[in-house]
T-cell receptor, first 113, second 117 residues
């Protein structure tokens, strides 16, 4: 019963370094999402992938890129990390049939110094 | 754009008592879905309850129930017989039912619930 698996769970980067956060789901869901969670702001959508082969920007996409590698995997890349990207990152997946909720991974705590 | 507001940053409740968490949202759409998620210290996001806007009947899941007031755009969560394990951050979330917008879930800022023994 893995559900949504994110790696790594914690990471510390220096400003300007690059990093890829990995996400995989085993529920055969079509849609996958990346969120960031900041104190007092709830979760905000960075990018999503409605289906394999498609990706779209969410509310806060600047400074990030994504790749939907296959149906199972959806990665988030920070090309040149900035302190403002210090956050907890969540990956989620869902079916497109309504009103299916999103299933979340356990999050990645990312600190950029 | 849709916005979700949780006006109570923190709430506390005595064990075995009832507490209500507030959520309001702003939308021009008529068809949408509302959710409450629980986030314990483990950081997991756990679905508590969901409500379809076209349904008049309020959703219930064991000790959890909602008061959905569509005209007022209000979606409060009631937790009955509170337990120590209910202590967590609670997030209200909105999801459009329309096309590509269905992929965009908007979250409130959260309410931290403390349960006192």
């Amino acid at each position: 019963n893995a559900g949504v698996t994110q790696t790594p769970k914690f990471q510390v980067l220096k400003t300007g370094q690059s990093m890829t956060l990995q996400c995989a789901q085993d529920m055969n869901h079509n849609s996958m999402y990346w969120y960031r969670q900041d104190p007092g702001m709830g979760l905000r959508l960075i990018y999503y992938s409605a289906s394999e082969g498609t990706t779209d920007k969410g509310e806060v996409p600047n400074g990030y890129n994504v790749s939907r590698l296959n149906k199972r995997e959806f990665s988030l890349r920070l090309e040149s990390a900035a302190p403002s990207q210090t956050s907890v990152y969540f990956c989620a997946s869902s079916e497109v049939r309504y009103p299916q909720p999103q299933h979340f991974g356990d999050g990645t705590r990312l600190s950029i110094l | 754009a849709q916005t979700v507001t949780q006006s109570q940053p923190e709430m506390s409740v005595q064990e075995a008592e009832t507490v209500t968490l507030s959520c309001t949202y702003d939308t021009s759409e008529s068809d949408y879905y509302l959710f409450w998620y629980k986030q314990p210290p483990s950081r997991q996001m756990i679905l508590v309850i969901r409500q379809e806007a076209y349904k008049q009947q309020n959703a219930t899941e064991n000790r959890f129930s909602v008061n959905f007031q569509k005209a007022a755009k209000s979606f409060s969560l009631k937790i009955s017989d509170s337990q120590l394990g209910d202590a967590a951050m609670y997030f209200c979330a909105y999801r459009s039912a329309r096309g590509v917008l269905n992929n965009d879930m908007r979250f409130g800022a959260g309410t931290r619930l403390t349960v006192k023994p």
